[in-house]
T-cell receptor
Framework: GENVEQHPSTLSVQEGDSAVIKCTYSDSASNYFPWYKQELGKRPQLIIDIRSNVGEKKDQRIAVTLNKTAKHFSLHITETQPEDSAVYFCAADNTGGFKTIFGAGTRLFVKA | DAMVIQNPRYQVTQFGKPVTLSCSQTLNHNVMYWYQQKSSQAPKLLFHYYDKDFNNEADTPDNFQSRRPNTSFCFLDIRSPGLGDAAMYLC??????????????FGPGTRLLVL
């Protein structure tokens, strides 16, 4: 089955710096890669997603890149702010069904 | 505006006492999911419904059951809660338009405490 690995598990950056979180997946047939942000005690919320027919997608300070050959994708947050502090989960769809396979999560701390 | 609603938000039960968590959605989505999440770990899928078709994960204990009486509602029944079942339980939905790779919309979760 699909496996998604996520690194780092914890990331601490200074306000204004960039943050990068990397994920790899195992199923070459996966074609949908969402990123969820989860603040403490709250629900996971989709912040950006990418499909396999594009290599990069950007939404204001957030961007995601996808390398299908290498089977890895990354989240880039520029000009980080304290409110970006949260746990971020990458995920990949499990082909043949409606399941989403989550990475283990990255706890991001943005220091003011 | 709430799209995926979970009740209650907090549930306290006793060891071994059955408990039911509920989820409802206003999105008219075909797929509904139940996840268990412990202390900032990734959500762990317990099962999902595509319409009335139930799909159990291989490692979901028999202690966990689910019902989906109609499109809008889905229930998680824990028949004999143990201390290890204390967690956040998240309900999610997706459109289920016939292809894989869809955004899931999560409810706020129910935090279960087992005494």
């Amino acid at each position: 089955g699909e496996n998604v690995e996520q690194h780092p598990s914890t990331l601490s950056v200074q306000e204004g710096d960039s943050a990068v979180i990397k994920c790899t997946y195992s199923d070459s047939a996966s074609n949908y890669f969402p990123w969820y942000k989860q603040e403490l005690g709250k629900r996971p919320q989709l912040i950006i997603d990418i499909r396999s027919n594009v290599g990069e997608k950007k939404d204001q300070r957030i961007a995601v890149t996808l390398n299908k050959t290498a089977k890895h994708f990354s989240l880039h947050i520029t000009e980080t702010q304290p409110e970006d502090s949260a746990v971020y989960f990458c995920a990949a769809d499990n082909t043949g069904g409606f399941k989403t396979i989550f990475g283990a999560g990255t706890r991001l701390f943005v220091k003011a | 505006d709430a799209m995926v609603i979970q009740n209650p938000r907090y549930q306290v039960t006793q060891f071994g006492k059955p408990v039911t968590l509920s989820c409802s959605q206003t999105l008219n989505h075909n797929v509904m999911y139940w996840y268990q999440q412990k202390s900032s770990q990734a959500p762990k899928l317990l099962f999902h419904y595509y319409d009335k078709d139930f799909n159990n994960e291989a490692d979901t204990p028999d202690n966990f059951q689910s019902r989906r009486p109609n499109t809008s509602f889905c229930f998680l029944d824990i028949r004999s809660p143990g201390l290890g079942d204390a967690a956040m339980y998240l309900c999610a939905t997706s459109r289920g338009g016939g292809t894989s790779g869809e955004t899931q919309y999560f409810g706020p979760g129910t935090r279960l405490l087992v005494l």
